[in-house]
């Protein structure tokens, strides 16, 4: 059995809560849903293995881009959300890696950078090379996402927990 704690992080309203439900639950819930827990779980057979998902969401006020990197204690990996049509969200993903790198003081600690809202694209503020640019800056990996068009949900948390097997691996060696 392997296990993966994610916590999600990014600034308020980017859609964590809602990218965590699609994975979790797979379905986007159209009105905001107060008895959503902090806490969710999934069980997933990978290449046969049987994996479970402890997701942990960021709760907060406004102010809440994690910048509280305490947040990532614990966790085997991070996804750092923005949406595509907020420049102000992406330009906090920068500070967010920083911050939880610098506290888990490690150049290598897993993190995917996680791009939301790509079904508004008419609402577009961050081009997907921006993203991707950003993301290699950083040592991160990066996907573009759509938790109401369910669109590589469950890929972004497929390709974080690859990265943290492969972290785990390197640490042994
Ligand atoms: P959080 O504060 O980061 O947890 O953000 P929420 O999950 O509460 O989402 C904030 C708002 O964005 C809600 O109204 C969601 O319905 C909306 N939202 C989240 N994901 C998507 C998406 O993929 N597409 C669209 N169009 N709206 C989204």
Redesign the pocket.
């Known amino acids: 059995m392997t296990k993966y704690k994610i916590r999600v992080a ?13 994975f979790t639950q797979n379905y ?3 009105e ?1 849903d107060p008895t959503i827990e902090d806490l969710q779980l999934k069980h997933m057979v990978i290449e046969g293995e049987n994996c479970y998902f402890e997701v942990y ?1 960021t ?1 907060g006020g406004e102010e809440e881009p994690l910048v509280r990197p305490r947040a990532a204690r614990g966790a085997s990996g991070v996804l750092v ?1 923005y ?1 595509i049509t907020s420049r102000k969200s992406f330009d906090l993903v920068t500070v967010c890696c920083k911050l939880i790198r610098e506290y888990i003081d490690s150049d290598h600690f897993p993190i995917m950078i996680v791009a ?5 694209e008419d609402d577009r503020k961050v081009s997907q090379g921006e993203g991707m640019d950003l993301a290699k800056s950083l040592n991160c990996s990066f996907i573009e ?5 369910n ?1 590589n949900v469950e890929q972004a948390f497929l390709v974080l927990a690859r990265k943290i097997n492969k972290s785990r691996l390197d640490k042994l060696n």
């Open positions: 990014g600034e308020y309203g980017v859609g964590k809560t809602t990218l965590i439900h699609q986007f819930p159209e905001y969401d709760v959300l949406s939301t809202k790509a079904d508004l996402t759509s938790a109401k068009s669109l």
